[in-house]
């Protein structure tokens, strides 16, 4: 393929059916988030396919980011209820 072909075919709008195709796959626990590194970076992929995947991916690492700190925020603050309540239960005894 020349450059021109390659810049042709990324430049295409992706159709119904490959959007269709593209959710089913990433819909896939493991296989999904791999498609996301791939589709998002991969040579052949359509701009705004790639583009989509990119997001998928941004959005992926600010969900984890945000579990972890609220679990973390979590466990801080009902260690501490737990702690406060197993020694006033001590206290009784």
Do not use: H, R
Request: proline share 1%.
């Amino acid at each position: 393929m020349t450059e021109n072909t390659v810049a042709t075919v990324k430049d295409e709008t992706v159709s119904m059916g490959e959007w269709f195709i593209t959710l089913i796959v990433l819909s896939l626990p493991i296989i999904g988030f791999i498609m996301l590194f791939v589709w998002g970076f991969g040579s052949g992929t359509k701009k705004s396919k790639a583009n989509y995947c990119k997001l998928g991916l941004i959005l992926t690492l600010i969900f984890i980011v945000l579990s972890i700190v609220l679990t973390i925020a979590g466990v801080s603050i009902f260690g501490g209820l737990f702690n406060g309540i197993l020694n006033d239960m001590q206290s009784l005894t």
